[in-house]
């Protein structure tokens, strides 16, 4: 559900994309599996009709959370799983608390609490998905530990939060965060970071098993 280009569907299963934006449709590989131009909250698809329903980063953009979850439910025979960011976690993370608080109400606010979601779907359960240092995804808190990564524009054009942001602010964030790095203010506070594996930053896997 919300596959977009098709970077998280796994190559050893068939797959039945769900997508609602043409664009993104557009920029699936050729060899992604087939794409149904479609809500979460209106599947085009029958009862039970597939082993899982999974849905990564894509809540944020839904209109009514708890009816797409109940789709997911209706179509799935085993197992619905989301990836999903625990907000209230990524607030606590450096990069926002310290630079771009802004970055919560502009674009963190639609994540629903993870409360919600394990309401939503009886018997479910969350845990943490903790972030490698050196993670080849460029999400926004992906670069926890590479602080200069963010002074990089080309590292920040494949982030949306960054283009979301008012350009004031994003120009006030990176020079206090440039800096910060020259004086060692940022290794100061964080240098632990540049030599710790993981970081939890609010990443969360959600299993149910349906019948
Ligand atoms: C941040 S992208 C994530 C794409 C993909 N799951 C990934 O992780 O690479 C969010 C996707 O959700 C889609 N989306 C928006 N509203 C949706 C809805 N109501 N139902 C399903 N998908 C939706 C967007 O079009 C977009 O492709």
């Given at each position: 559900m919300g596959a977009g280009t098709g970077s998280y569907e796994p190559d050893d299963r068939d797959v039945i994309a769900i997508e609602p934006s043409e664009v993104m449709i557009a920029q699936?590989?050729?060899?992604?599996a087939p794409a149904i131009k479609a809500t979460a909250e209106a599947l085009p698809l029958e009862d039970k009709s597939v082993d899982a329903a999974l849905a990564v980063l894509?809540?944020?953009?839904?209109?009514d959370v708890e009816r797409g979850l109940g789709e997911m439910v209706r179509v799935a025979q085993r197992r619905v799983v989301l990836v999903t960011m625990d907000i209230a976690v990524l607030a606590q993370l450096w990069l926002i608390r310290?630079?771009?608080?802004?970055?919560?109400?502009?674009?963190?606010?639609g994540f629903p609490s993870i409360k919600r979601l394990l309401g939503a779907l009886p018997g479910a359960t969350a845990s943490q998905m903790p972030v490698p240092r050196?993670?080849?995804?460029?999400?926004?808190?992906?670069?926890w530990g590479r602080p200069?990564?963010?002074?990089d524009p080309h590292i920040r054009s494949g982030t949306s939060p960054w283009h979301q942001l008012p350009p004031a602010v994003v120009t006030r964030a990176l020079g206090e965060l440039q800096d910060d790095l020259e004086r060692g203010e940022w290794d100061r506070r964080y240098g632990h970071l540049r030599q710790q594996?993981?970081?939890?930053?609010g990443l969360r896997l959600i299993r149910a098993e349906v019948q």
């Open positions: 699936r590989p050729a060899d992604a894509t809540l944020q953009h839904w209109d310290d630079y771009v608080p802004e970055t919560l109400p502009a674009h963190a606010a050196d993670c080849t995804d460029g999400f926004m808190a992906a670069f200069e990564a963010y002074l594996s993981t970081l939890d930053v």
